[in-house]
């Protein structure tokens, strides 16, 4: 297993990171632990969490995911201080969770006391920021004129966002946290966060994570150029775009049990016919290299430049075996070249 720094953090994480948002609704505290043992065994020593988790989102199954990771906790104490934990306090726009409010200090505060108490833990290695409170363009809001950028009052997000850190400094220095960092922003999020760090000497951003993969190119180079100059550990999420890149849903297949099976917060917005024909094309490379195509979608993430830690999730063994396989998979010349033809004639499939 390889092993990247954490941004300007001292940490070091596996190219692998577990994920465990199916953990509480698709998964069992069983099926759980048997994948946090596995993936410990092959050397990952990186997991991620929510208090929002599991998905898809609802009242019934908030926090379960940390209850989950707390009770492995509590059983295997012994374990606690050889992987890094990273979980994540919910942007606004859930009416069960603080009643649907934007992230604030007080928040931040209230989330992270909570969330240790879920965990079983002292402390998280790593605090995330679920989403901005302002609407950023992800979840397929990425194309031109989606949202509005001139509607945004930058200078009351920012004092906005100084309230957050102050907030996340203090349970720094309480010990509570080690570090913290963002997901599903951009840019000017990130580097308004170092700003403000500078200014006011409060903890600095460490990391981000945001959807990426075959299908969702997007942060490519522009965000990772960024992250890599300001040293944010950039930690793609959801490589197998929601699984379809695995393959699993073409032609309008939907196994049972599978995510696409469940209703999404978001719909599925990747459920398009330009998806459908990208990943009919990187399959046929997948056949060609005798690797999955979820093993191709896994191992290119990997090796682009820039990426530090890939978040994985599997509802099954199976699946877990053969994901974390992938990081032992090396793309030659002629697999990147036939990969790169299918990225110009798919940019932005959906």
Known sequence: MKYNKLGSSQLSVSEVCLGSMTWGNQNTQHDANQQIDYALAQGIN???????????????????????????????????????????????????????????????????????????????????????????????????????????????????????????????????IRHFGLSDDTPWGINQYIKLSEAHNLTRVTAIQNEFSLLHTKDWPYLIENCVHQEVAYLPWSPLAGGVLSGKYLNGARPEGSRWCHAQRNGLFRDTQNTHQAVSRYM??????????????????????????????????????????????????????????????FPAPF
Request: charged content about 20%; glycine content about 6%.
């Open 284 to 345: 046929q490379i997948a056949e060609q290299h005798n690797i999955t195509p979820a093993q191709l979608a896994l191992a290119w993430c990997k090796q682009v430049d820039g990426v530090t830690s890939t978040i994985i999730g599997a509802t099954s063994m199976a699946q877990l075996k053969e994901d974390i396989a992938a990081f032992d998979i090396q793309l030659y010349a002629d697999a990147l070249k036939q990969v790169a033809d299918v990225l110009k004639d």
């Open 46 to 176: 990186f997991i991620d969490t929510a208090e929002m988790y599991a998905v898809p989102p609802t009242e019934k199954t908030y926090g379960t995911t940390e209850t989950i990771i707390g009770n492995w906790i509590a059983t295997n104490q012994n374990q606690r201080e050889n992987f890094i934990l990273a979980s994540k306090i919910a942007g606004n726009g859930l009416a069960y969770i603080r009643g649907g409010s934007d992230i604030s200090g007080e928040t931040v505060t209230q989330a992270i006391d909570n969330s240790l108490k879920r965990l079983q833990t002292d402390y998280i290695d790593l605090y995330q920021l679920h989403w901005p409170n302002r609407t950023s363009p992800h979840f397929g809001k990425h194309h031109p004129n989606h949202i509005s950028f001139t509607n945004v009052n930058a200078e009351q997000e920012t004092q906005g966002m100084l309230d957050i850190l102050q907030a996340l400094d203090k349970a720094v220095k309480q010990g509570k």
